[in-house]
């Protein structure tokens, strides 16, 4: 055998260790496991990171995370005990502890998550089916929070999953439902913006009409009493002129004639046709007599 030839073979035989080498050789870094498969069943458990090594060819390796997870399924409808309806959102984290029993049921972790979001799903309901919304707002939530938990870490352990908490985010109305209770209290404040309304249109046409009741009263007590004054001014007036007449009947015939005169003749436009001996010119007669 040449040199070219044994080098050649050298080569070959080194580049089969190598391959063997790779196809032997796995690493499991820190936040891994991994489970060891031959022809598809498990072998053994690997927890410990570092380079491990395995039958080439014969079997191959799993890996799994081994840190803490999160899972955030999306919001669910509820119906509670007291029939509300309500759109849970939470969310879970939780971590693989068994990855021989996690292999067996569930295989990979995408499965695992949506076996996992059936599981938190199905607590949900069998919890919040038994309570009503005023228990979940009030202090008893945290027993609630409690027993769902309990719960979900019971049904998880059958696929090898340890549930470190389950927390609900957020629980709100359904936006229909929350669409008619607004449409409801839109309702009722309008019933009773219109009975108050009604209310005080009723007050104040009492008011009005009472106001109405004292001013007729005041104005006819106020007529009655200027027609006693009237009455009393005019007694007390007739009773003067009567005084005055009594004293004076000369005067009191010339001051009534001087105040027809001035109502007779106060307009320029006034034509009187009498005889210049009437009695009514009896004192511009006298008066030209003297001259």
């Known amino acids: 055998m040449n040199k070219i030839g044994l080098i050649h073979i050298l080569g070959i035989i080194f580049a089969a260790l190598i391959i063997v080498f790779v196809s032997s050789a796995y690493i499991v870094y820190q936040p891994e496991q991994a489970i060891v498969l031959q022809f598809g069943e498990p072998v053994r458990v690997v927890r410990e990171a570092g380079l491990k090594f395995k039958v080439p060819f014969v079997q191959n390796v799993v890996f799994y995370d081994s840190r803490l ?31 021989l029993k996690f292999y067996k049921t569930v295989r990979t972790e995408n499965q695992a998550r949506g076996k996992l979001a059936e599981i938190v799903n199905s607590s949900l309901r069998k919890v919040l089916g038994k309570v009503t919304l005023t228990e979940l707002l009030s202090e008893k939530r945290t027993k609630i929070m409690s027993d769902i938990s309990a719960t979900v870490k019971k049904d998880a352990e059958a696929i090898g999953v340890s549930v470190a908490d389950v927390r609900i985010r ?112 009896k004192f511009f007669n006298n008066s030209m007599e003297k001259r």
Do not use: H
């Open 170 to 281: 957020r629980a709100d109305l359904p936006i229909e439902v929350m669409q008619a209770i607004n449409d409801r209290m839109k309702t009722e404040r309008q019933r009773d913006a219109k009975e108050f309304r009604a209310k005080g249109q009723q007050q104040a046409q009492n008011i009005r009409a009472t106001a109405d009741k004292e001013a007729t009263i005041i104005v006819a007590e106020a007529e009655k009493n200027a027609q006693i004054t009237r009455g009393e001014g005019d007694k007390q007036a007739v009773q003067l002129w009567n005084k005055t007449v009594g004293q004076d009947v000369a005067f009191y015939d010339f001051y009534r004639s001087l105040d027809a005169y001035r109502k007779s003749l106060s307009d320029d436009d006034t034509s009187l046709v009498l005889s210049p001996d009437s009695e009514f010119f």
């Open 69 to 99: 997870l999160n899972l955030d399924p999306p919001a669910q409808e509820v119906v509670l005990n007291d029939k509300k309806r309500l759109d849970v959102d939470s969310f879970t984290r939780y971590k693989i502890i068994d990855p």
